[in-house]
């Protein structure tokens, strides 16, 4: 389906045309329509199907091309991270560079400046306002948000949202809001409290299920069996015998994350790290430069799993098991973006091994099974209860591109 057979505002086609779209994606397909009749949706899809237009572009027509209040903020935008918020607000930007629709993101860590700025435009209307909800519960706990007008809801990432602990934020935001309004929910996943939270906003919603695609076959997947005291040295034995440019390594908490990007330092590896400890302006600085390739080596917190747009990431390491099948789809779905290959590498202790038999069984199969070097000492078993033998004997003996020295 093309996106011409919506019926867009000739000012909306222009920025779709300037952004390059041309075919929609399945969740554009199914959503915008339900958007433009006015329906309540909720909506099963994950990042990277074109679920942030698939809301947006209706959106930015109804507010187009429908009557409504001056002076007021008309949409609102709720989503977990400053992240996805600054990139939603890109977005946006292009989407609606031909029309007048104003829109403004608000998320904590900005100084004084952008607060003001945020204030200006939180209490005389803005069009759409992209926002985090602490952040957002906190203007309007000052009295000045004007939300009188307001006729559109979006929910984006709610699972992640709730996961976060934002659910009394979120229904904080609610309780300010109109009674009557269009709602809109998006979720990777749907489990019992994604419901719960569904049936106390939405007002008879259609339903959108587009399915957890399993990762590409394009990425090639290892896992390595391991204790906790071998992840550091694998770390370093697999960067210093790689070529790869661009690696991403994921772990579950800030504490590994300072512990790892630590030890990669003093090993005189050309590594940083992002995480919620960073201030704003620190954070989006060593984003751009791992963008741009200056940066070949970032450690995150799953901050960095969903929404952030990197096409040119070589290899993705999972220090640590993802919680579910869900989060390692996201995370190794960083690498092999676009047209090219990747790596996703997972490392797995024996306390996390029935965490991965379970996305093992999500994937539909088991993940090849990588030797450690001998070099690191004696490893565990992983048990499957079936006999499983290592699927992979491979050696890593590519000069590093990853230490300082090697790039001077």
Do not use: W
């Amino acid at each position: 389906m093309k996106f011409t057979d919506f019926g867009f505002d000739e000012r909306l086609m222009e920025g779709i045309d300037a952004s390059g779209y041309e075919e929609t994606t399945p969740v554009q397909e199914q959503v915008i329509p339900l958007i433009m009749a006015g329906k309540d949706v909720i909506a099963s899809a994950q990042t990277g199907t074109g679920k942030t237009a698939a809301f947006l572009l209706p959106l930015i027509n109804k507010i187009i091309t429908d009557p409504h209040e001056d002076h007021t903020n008309n949409a609102l935008v709720i989503v977990p991270t400053r992240e996805l918020a600054i990139q939603i607000a890109q977005h946006m930007e292009g989407l609606s560079y031909f029309t007048s629709v104003s829109s403004i993101a608000v998320y904590g860590g900005v100084d004084g400046n952008a607060f003001v700025q945020e204030k200006k435009a939180l209490s005389h209307g803005a069009d759409i306002v992209i926002c985090t909800p602490g952040k957002m519960m906190s203007h309007i706990k000052m009295g000045y948000v004007k939300m009188a007008g307001l006729k559109y809801l979006i929910l984006d990432e709610a699972d992640r949202m709730l996961d976060m602990g934002f659910y009394d934020d979120i229904m904080f935001i609610i309780d300010s809001l109109p009674k009557k309004r269009q709602n809109l929910l998006f979720s990777a996943t749907m489990p019992h409290k994604i419901r719960e939270l569904a049936r106390k906003i939405l007002h008879h919603p259609e339903e959108v299920n587009i399915s957890i695609s399993k990762p590409p076959e394009k990425i090639k997947q290892e896992a390595f069996i391991v204790y906790e005291t071998q992840k550091i040295p694998l770390v370093k034995h697999l960067l210093s015998n790689s070529n790869f440019k661009s690696v991403l390594i994921f772990c579950s908490s800030k504490i590994s994350v300072k512990q790892l990007t630590r030890d990669l330092k003093r090993a005189k590896f050309l590594a940083d790290e992002i995480h919620s400890d960073l201030d704003q302006s620190k954070r989006e600085e060593v984003l751009i430069q791992f963008k741009s390739r200056r940066l070949p080596i970032l450690v995150a917190t799953d901050i960095l799993s969903r929404g952030i747009d990197i096409d040119n990431i070589d290899l993705v390491i999972n220090y640590d098991v993802p919680h579910d099948g869900e989060d390692y789809v996201h995370r190794i779905g960083r690498t092999a973006r676009a047209a090219a290959e990747g790596s996703a590498y997972t490392f797995v202790t024996v306390k996390e091994q029935r965490k991965f038999l379970a996305i093992e069984k999500l994937l539909g199969k088991p993940v090849p099974k990588a030797n450690v070097p001998e070099e690191l000492g004696e490893t565990p078993g992983y048990n499957t209860g079936s006999s499983n033998a290592p699927a992979s004997n491979r050696k890593f003996s590519r000069p590093s591109q990853f230490k300082n020295n090697s790039r001077r």
